[in-house]
């Protein structure tokens, strides 16, 4: 305190004139009614800041304390200014207590995650998810029902799946239609896949036209090279006119070691009638059948070489095997597949098949029909011996009635159930189930105890009209839609959904949960072009463009368009349409 000092409102003489606090020096002070130090309302004047007062006045809510300039603005669902600034929540920069949002420009309510910003609330294109595989596409986000052959990968899971093979589907449409050589050339009743021999990343096909020049041709077939129009590639011609070559074809595997697929061809007339079977090595280009790395004949009246099987390995021996059928005379031979050396005989059946190990033991077995008996049988791999087939086989199957023609045609089908045993099956083409001779197939099922039975303990495809002849061939093409199980083809060379006689082949995915079916209700039905093609005498499976899946083989040996009853070979890609 002295003369001339400023007088202050604290209760001393400031300015030594005798007055205490009179003429002090004053304020603006506003209410702060919420203590939290800023005021905010109209000034009132004051020597000193009492309780309750502010000299500030940018207060802008004096009823809460947590609102005030000094206060840190949070994310909060009254969107307060907490810090006064005139910005709420996502507008103002400092604010704390975010979430990470995700970028959802498509709005199908899924966050892009390479896309984020920290903020309060999602508005219109931000989401707390970062699911989204596309966010330029609504229809794509995790969990998605995946649409097949759309463009999208809808459920983030990687690609975009190919749709599968499904309904009634007309061969004029498949991917290749390869033509017979000529008139009667009957070409495509006989098929398999000889796997890979030419290195080019696609599956090889032997196809026989048993009609064909003097005495039937056999015809290998690059995959890789096949395309539609008349056919072309390696041919095996007959010994003699009339043999019939290529009435019967098999793949046998590399049976000499030298990196390449073989076959065996059969030749079911040679000889008037006894029959024949070559072995045909990879490394050969085109020839005569009597240039076969071997051969084996049949006997009088046998007919060796009406039916075909390779590529297993019944003994455990370590070499594959060959089962023949001589229709003649209702037998059966077992060949070692390197040198053609007989090695048992199975005698009441000429229909064959070698199967995956049915049982578990670790050995392939074996299938033969007897259609003139209406049975079918089961032969365990192990010592090969000669057998009656009536009291030797293990497993015995019959038709389910008298005159069905039960194990016309059989078949090793791979497992088409995921349970790790061979399944197999046979046809009764003149069943009639849904109408005289409409025909079904049976499809049997592999397992630790399998017993004797009737075929109708299996499952059963049926011809969906009388004289289809449904179960006349039947083959797994292999896994078509890439599941990881095996699949079912089955004929029906009389089916008239395309014309009378023009025939139709069937596809069955391979399911844990198989049911009785009608022809027209299986997965997929592939239906002849015109009247009397007889599509479905001859059914296959191979990759023949190298995608990873089995594609479908379709023959129709009475197709007339490289001439009358040429015959054609039919390929739609597998995986999808």
Known sequence: SHPGADEWCDGIDNDCDGDIDTGAVTFDVYADNDGDGYGAGTATTDCTVRAGYSLDNTDCNDGNASVSPGASEVCDEANADEDCDGRVDDADGSVTGTSTYYGDVDGDGYGDPGTTSERCEGASTWVTNSSDCDDDEPEAYTGATEVCEDGVDNDCAGGDPLCPIDGSLLLADADFKVEGPGDLALFGRSIDNLGDTDGDGADDLVVGAWGYGTGGTVYLLSGGAIRSGAVTGTTVTA??????????????????????????????????????????????????????????????????????????????????????????????????AETLTKTAKFTGGSAVALLDDVNGDGLDDALV?????????????????????????????????????????????????????????????????????????????????????????????????????????????????????????????????????????????????????????????????????????????????????????????????????????????????
Not at 467 to 491: I, S
Not at 539 to 561: I, K, M, R, T
């Open 239 to 336: 010994e003699a006119a009339d043999d019939g070559l290529g009435y019967a074809v098999a793949a046998c595997g590399d049976t000499d070691g030298d990196g390449l697929g073989d076959a065996v061809l059969g030749a079911p007339e040679n000889g008037g009638g006894k029959g024949a079977v070559y072995l045909w090595g990879g490394a050969h280009g085109s020839g005569a059948a009597s240039a076969a790395d071997d051969a084996a004949n049949g006997a009088t009246g046998d007919g060796l070489g009406s039916a075909l099987d390779c590529g297993h390995d019944l003994d455990g021996d370590g070499v594959s095997d060959v089962i023949a059928g001589a229709s003649g005379t209702s037998v059966s031979y077992i060949y070692d």
């Open 369 to 577: 029909g007897a259609y003139t008996a209406d049975r079918v049988y089961l032969v365990y791999g192990g010592t090969l011996a000669n057998i009656t087939l009536s009291s030797g086989a293990d497993v015995a199957y019959s038709g389910e009635a008298s005159g069905d023609e039960a194990g016309a045609a059989v078949a090793g089908l791979g497992d088409i159930d995921a349970d790790g045993y061979g399944d197999f099956g046979a046809g009764a083409p003149e069943n009639d189930t849904n109408g005289a001779a409409g025909g079904a197939a049976y499809l049997l099922l592999g397992g630790p105890s399998v017993a004797s039975a009737s075929l109708s303990t299996g499952v059963r495809v049926a011809g969906d009209d009388g004289a289809d002849r449904a179960g006349a061939a039947l083959c797994t093409p292999g896994d078509v839609d890439g599941d990881g199980l095996a699949d079912v083809m089955v004929g029906a060379y009389y089916d008239d959904a395309g014309g009378t006689g023009a025939g139709a082949a069937a596809l069955l995915y391979g399911s844990v949960s198989l049911v009785n079916l009608d022809f027209g209700d299986t997965d997929a039905q592939f239906v002849g072009e015109s009247d009397g093609d007889s599509a479905g005498e001859g059914v296959g499976g191979a990759d023949v463009n190298g995608d990873g899946f089995a594609d479908v083989l379709v023959g129709a040996p009475s197709e007339q368009g490289g001439g009358s009853a040429a015959g054609a070979l039919y390929v739609w890609f597998g995986g999808g349409r």
